[in-house]
């Protein structure tokens, strides 16, 4: 696994017409990684990632296809733009913080 990450490091590898990236590579592995029940799933993954790195990955498997339809599925792009748009306008915690007093906070979202 590490020698397919450090081939994904040096360029995308590419799988069924899309380029991975390691950062997606590690994304794709923390989603199936996080959870004991995803084992065989993950056990998949890796080896078409490792197989895809060499060179020899003709078809990926239904782990690896379904995780592929999940990254090019319009609504993920729209989810994944409305969740940047709020955390990156929200200006509380860790941001910049709210106010301490809670009293101030109100002051500012009711109208006078």
């Known amino acids: 696994m590490r020698q397919m ?33 995803y084992d065989t799933s993950l056990a998949s993954v890796v080896r078409d990632l490792c197989a895809a790195a060499a060179g020899d990955l003709a078809e990926p498997g239904p782990d690896l296809s379904a995780l592929l339809a999940l990254l090019s599925a319009p609504e993920l792009a729209d989810s994944l733009v409305g969740g940047a748009l709020f955390m990156c306008g929200d200006g509380g915690r860790p941001a910049g913080g709210w106010p301490a007093d809670p009293e101030r906070g109100r002051a500012v979202v009711t109208p006078s």
């Open 5 to 37: 990450l450090a081939e994904a490091e040096r360029r995308p590898l590419r799988v069924a017409g899309t380029r991975l990236d390691a950062t997606v590579v590690r994304l794709l592995l923390r989603q199936l990684i996080q959870h004991q029940e």
